[in-house]
């Protein structure tokens, strides 16, 4: 039990806060902006929202489940679905990989039922409203009303029954992912506590959860395995389930109180935040905290409000802006401003729905070592999609909640201490290592560049530095060659581009710190982005051999790009734009590039990535390495097509609809696009003081700054016409404004920024305007040199080519493996190679030189021959046919591609050596991860023949590793044969159906092989 004095504590707590509510309301003059949010907008399509009862960032997502399974299941919950299975508390805002939904409750009558098939219901769409921390629904089957709602660690059900005898409760733990552990105790007649250990995109996660009833259950039994074990008041197992019965009682609250630590957190929080069952008062302060958070940005206007529309539809005002009114029967005036506010306030809504704190009310959570630890002046958060939300959603937060932007820095800096490591996508207590790059550093460093820095700076730095220099996910290749390498790392040209902007972050840190020597060393590594770009085609693509990948096709999603391909990778370059566009050939060029981008009519090919959605031209509004692209225009000469372009995204890629987001919702950052977009203000680089000026979608927006200032944005054109997207003119605390950008202070010293906006773009104006600036120009690096060959195995003598895309370099080369110096021979002309050769070369300029570029070259037999009996699976293709026998070998990272892969058929392939010789022994190598269902050959079976039909078998070989080693590994199956022969025919056997024990049971095996060997 908590002791008196934490329970005053926690009330004096939130006596203060509401004081301080109350305080700033009264000076705010706070507007009830919970009534424009539609919790429905992203649970349809892709966006993979949830529509229940959550506080601002809360422990609790006390939600519906529909679906619970498919990739429309992530988040338990999807639009389309007419059945229910229940009510659980926690739920993912958005993201592409399911887990969550612990702890269901789902209230019955009549017989108890413990599978989700026979307690499931149905529903009506009719009968659902959600609000913000509040939400309602009917089950069809039982006729009972259900509403849900929550403060930040307890979730609240009202159940109200019809006349029935049996009215119940079922709790099932085993409800969704695989359970490793549970139990549920029975403590008396009103309350039950339990916990739940369990495992899928998180390995670890562990909910504690305490309840209580309104009223007292008359009767109960808990499940083992769906059997009832009579007389028990605790189990425990994997697969535990419970139900509650009630005798007739009309209504029946339940509050649930959750924690990561234990129990008597979980009834800590629960005592702490909601101490009786007034379901009413917890709803009301529900949504008088979301009136607070959405209050921080305040708009109006956007356009003609249903009035408007009516009174020039009377007038038959054919020159309205929006349109004619319809010939005929009159309808209803549409109402574009209360649409426009309605998407605005779900996105700010959204965008508050994650990170969610994980400290209990006393300060104590699990951390990253899945030890207990205590929040000391800060609360703890988790779930960070941090290669998500570092472009918008944490510069949003930046600006209007800095407190809780250094919460999540001290969260930060305490999974450095317990985990050793900055968070890249944390789950509850568990590093998912999800997604690429290490974004915790630019949120760091955003929030140090604007002020925020109660935290130790220090630390940050060091964890900082200890992040980037780790060797994990190729980031010992990007530090030793300048550029993640295709054949050594998958993702190799969105990893090396991701780090290098890491790294200008890490530079900018020293210098604020004052760090030169570190200054120095980050800011090179920052142009590392160079050595991925190729001047020959203008695009980003990935190096292989000491050379470009090829064959090269910029709409080709592969495993080079992380969910993308190089249209999407190609300006990712938001530290260096000024550099990118030189490279490109200039202003320009640069824009021509741009205009490519937005207006070619090539189809996406490759993989079926859905994330990469939201298309115009390839631009993919649907997936974040877009987002910052269309205000890349600022930075040429035609400003007017950023505009152009963000009010097409605005207006095309949301909607007010279910599925109103382009894409996954990515836990706030698809819609705190839309949030800074409309406000007319967008940060490319976090990092950087510079917000990119749009387009404000609103007659007026004031931003409510934590320092007491506010910032009003003001556009009258946004009512006037959809059309009105041009700016005309500017002005700053009522001063002409001749920028494209603003700085944070001008945002951050309050004041009134106004633009002036028109049907057609104003060349004249947006001509004078002063650009913004985003170029490195200390320690300027010198780009890695590229070679040029037909292939890296070869029969007959080839010829390479060594360039550099910086023009007046010097290329200097080696061909016996010593590292090349000025000393070396100067490149001037193409070179033969005719055997077995490794080229090393460096381009110098000024003195500076590259990194070493290498590549080695494999002459090979000309006696032997591959003729493959089976073919390979497209997508596992390798180099084509002869990959089997091209000398180049496959590592354990099979992402790079180094493989060819075999499903649903035996590898079956015979080499002709030409004549009838000596064979001393044969293998072949093969991969497993049985995790990715890659599983080694049973075994494989090599038989030989002299004549190419007649063939008998000659030696077998088992594997030596079982499907149950998940690690990945390679494996050589070898034979000694010393006999004589011409023809070698090797079967490698499917392991076949996965096991029962596997995740994916039942679909069937692949072969990963690579080299045939003979000798």
């Not at 929006?322 to 996105?347: L, R, S, V």
């Not at 945002?747 to 009134?752: K, L, S």
């Not at 790079?896 to 000596?918: F, H, R, S, T």
Request: charged share 20%; aromatic share 12%.
């Amino acid at each position: 039990m908590p002791s008196s004095r934490a329970i005053v504590s926690s009330f004096s707590i939130a006596a203060i806060l509401l004081l301080s509510h109350i305080s700033s309301a009264q000076k705010r003059k706070d507007k009830d902006y919970a009534q424009l949010v539609n919790p429905f907008i992203g649970t349809g399509g892709h966006g993979h929202t949830y529509p229940g009862a959550v506080m601002p960032f809360g422990m609790v997502q006390l939600s519906p489940d529909t679906r619970l399974e498919g990739w429309d299941g992530c988040s338990g919950y999807h639009y389309t679905d007419t059945v229910v299975y229940g009510f659980s508390h926690t739920h993912l805002s958005g993201t592409g990989i399911p887990d969550y939904c612990d702890v269901l409750f789902m209230p019955t009558t009549g017989e108890p039922q413990f599978k989700n098939t026979e307690y499931r219901s149905g529903f009506k769409k009719k009968n659902e409203i959600a609000t913000p921390g509040y939400y309602k629904t009917l089950l069809d089957k039982y006729n009972i009303g259900v509403e849900l709602t929550a403060t930040p660690r307890v979730g609240l059900h009202r159940y109200s029954y019809p006349s029935a005898e049996k009215a119940n409760i079922i709790i099932d733990l085993q409800h969704r992912d695989e359970v490793l552990d549970s139990w549920i105790e029975v403590v008396n007649d009103h309350e039950i506590r339990g916990y739940r250990k369990s495992k899928s995109w998180a390995n670890n996660q562990q909910v504690y959860f305490y309840a209580k009833f309104s009223k007292a259950f008359k009767t109960y039994s808990i499940a083992n395995n769906d059997e009832l074990l009579e007389g028990k008041n605790k189990a425990q197992g994997k697969k535990i389930k419970m139900y509650l019965q009630f005798n007739n009682p009309g209504e029946v609250i339940s509050k649930v109180g959750i924690s990561a630590v234990s129990t008597e957190g979980a009834l800590k929080n629960l005592d702490a935040e909601v101490p009786d069952f007034d379901f009413k008062k917890v709803q009301k302060a529900a949504k008088a905290t979301w009136n607070t958070e959405l209050n921080k940005i305040q708009v109006e206007g956007g356009g003609p409000s249903s009035s408007q529309q009516s009174a020039l539809s009377d007038e038959g005002n054919v020159n309205s802006p929006y349109g004619p009114a319809p010939a005929g029967k009159k309808t209803k005036p549409i109402n574009y401003a209360g649409i426009k506010q309605t998407i605005f306030y779900t996105a700010l809504y959204h965008s508050m729905l994650a990170p969610n704190i994980y400290s209990d009310v006393d300060g104590q959570y699990r951390g990253m070592d899945q030890q207990v630890h205590t929040a000391q002046g800060f609360n703890y958060y988790t779930v960070f999609s941090l290669w998500d939300t570092y472009r918008a959603e944490n510069p949003l937060l930046a600006l209007i909640d800095r407190k809780r932007t250094l919460d999540f820095i001290k969260s930060f800096l305490a999974m450095y201490d317990q985990g050793g490591l900055l968070p890249i996508w944390p789950l509850a207590s568990t590093e998912t290592y999800c997604m690429i790059g290490n974004h915790s550093i630019p949120v760091i460093v955003d929030a140090y560049a604007k002020g925020i820095r109660d935290f130790d700076a220090a630390k940050a730095f060091t964890a900082m530095k200890a992040a980037v220099n780790r060797n994990q996910f190729g980031l010992d290749v990007y530090r030793k060659n300048g550029a993640v390498l295709s054949d050594q790392e998958d993702a190799s040209v969105s990893k090396t581009l991701e780090y290098a902007y890491d790294d200008w972050c890490i530079a900018q840190m020293a210098k604020m710190l004052d760090k030169p020597h570190d200054y120095a060393e980050y800011i090179q590594r920052a142009q590392y982005w160079k050595n991925v770009y190729n001047n020959q085609n203008g695009f980003m693509q990935a190096r292989s051999n000491g050379g470009w990948l090829s064959p090269f096709d910029p709409t080709e999603i592969n495993g080079n790009y992380t969910e993308g391909n190089s249209w999407q990778y190609s300006f990712m370059v938001p530290q260096d734009v000024e550099n990118l566009m030189a490279k490109m050939g200039g202003k320009e060029a640069f824009e021509a590039k741009l205009d490519e981008l937005f207006t070619t009519e090539s189809k996406l090919k490759g993989s079926d990535i859905p994330d990469v959605a939201g298309l115009i031209g390839q631009y993919a509004h649907g997936n974040e390495p877009s987002h910052h692209m269309a205000y890349l225009y600022n930075f040429t000469a035609s400003p007017e097509k950023t505009q152009f372009y963000i009010d097409r995204i605005l207006h095309e890629e949301y909607s007010n609809k279910p599925d109103g987001l382009a894409g996954n919702e990515d836990c706030g950052q698809m819609s705190a696009w839309y949030v800074m977009s409309s406000l007319g203000i967008y940060n490319i680089a976090p990092g950087q003081q510079a917000f990119q000026v749009g387009v404000p979608q609103f007659d007026k927006a004031v931003i409510n700054l934590e320092n007491g200032k506010q910032f009003t944005i003001l556009n009258s054109g946004a009512s006037i016409g959809k059309g009105n997207i041009y700016l005309q003119g500017m002005s700053l605390a009522k001063k002409t404004y001749n920028k494209l950008y603003l700085n944070f202070d001008d945002i951050a010293n309050g004041g009134e920024f106004e633009v002036f906006a028109g049907k057609l773009a104003n060349k004249l104006f947006v001509q004078d305007l002063e650009r913004p600036t985003s170029k490195i120009a200390d320690s300027l690096i010198v780009a890695n040199p590229y070679i040029i060959a037909p292939a890296k195995s070869f029969k007959e003598a080839i010829s390479v080519q060594i360039k550099s895309s910086d023009p007046d370099a010097g290329i200097y080369y080696t061909l016996d493996g010593s590292t090349p110096t000025v000393n070396s021979t100067l490149y001037s002309k193409p070179i033969a190679i005719t055997g077995n050769t490794t080229v090393k070369a460096i381009a110098i300029m000024n003195g500076k030189s590259s990194f070493v570029d290498e590549a080695n070259f494999i002459k090979l037999r000309t006696d032997i021959k591959l003729t493959l009996v089976n073919k390979y699976l497209p997508n596992y293709a390798d180099k084509g046919d002869e990959s089997l026998i091209n000398g180049i070998h496959g590592t354990t990272n099979w992402h790079v591609g180094n493989w060819q892969g075999y499903q649903g058929k035996d590898l079956e392939a015979i080499i002709d050596i030409g004549a009838i010789k000596p064979v001393k022994q044969v293998s072949i190598g093969t991969l497993q991860d049985s995790n990715a269902w890659i599983v080694f050959p049973k075994y494989i079976q090599y038989w030989v023949s002299d004549d190419g039909r007649n063939y008998k078998l000659a030696a077998t070989v088992n594997t030596k590793v079982d499907i149950k080693d998940t690690n990945s590994q390679t494996q050589e199956f070898t034979a000694p044969l010393n006999l004589n022969t011409r023809y070698i025919k090797i079967i490698a056997k499917q392991y076949g159906a996965l096991p029962n024990w596997h995740e994916s049971k039942g679909n069937q095996s692949y072969i990963f092989a690579d080299e045939i060997t003979v000798e």
